[in-house]
């Protein structure tokens, strides 16, 4: 049974960090391409960052990029969301993802439908 465990979300002000975390299990992770997306109340679900399997490549969504950071360690089924200067439109409930089709071209990234498993989410909530 495949299972995705997210943690690390909380109540911060804005400015400050976090670290998202997603542990994977029941899967071979390496072998899985892995996405953040979120989901704010009364919105659709919008991609975050993705990374490919081994870890060479990132992805980031306009509004994150150069605040947030994306990382993996296949050692340990992890991949991490580092979310820094945040701001109160980050708020939202994040969820991880996992995809074993290949990306053959960035939009891939960045479609939801494409994903395989996902997490049950965790929330973040930013203060002004």
């Known amino acids: 049974q495949v299972q995705l465990v997210e943690s690390g979300g909380g109540l911060v002000q804005a400015g400050e960090s976090l670290r998202l975390s997603c542990v994977a299990s029941?899967?071979?992770?390496?072998?899985?391409?892995m996405g953040w997306f979120r989901q704010a109340p009364a919105k659709e679900r919008e991609f975050v960052a993705a990374?490919?399997?081994?870890?060479?490549?990132?992805y980031y969504a306009d509004s994150v990029k150069g605040r947030f950071t994306i990382s993996r360690d296949n050692a340990k089924n992890t991949v991490y969301l580092q979310l820094n200067s945040l701001k109160p439109e980050d708020t939202a409930v994040y969820y991880c993802?996992?995809?074993?089709?290949?990306?053959?071209?960035?939009?891939?990234?960045?479609?939801?439908?494409?994903?395989?498993?996902w997490g049950q989410g965790t929330q973040v909530t930013v203060s002004s």
């Open positions: 993802a996992a995809d074993f089709n290949p990306w053959l071209k960035v939009t891939n990234t960045y479609d939801s439908r494409r994903y395989d498993y």
């Open positions: 029941g899967l071979t992770f390496s072998t899985y391409g």
């Open positions: 990374i490919t399997r081994n870890g060479a490549t990132t």
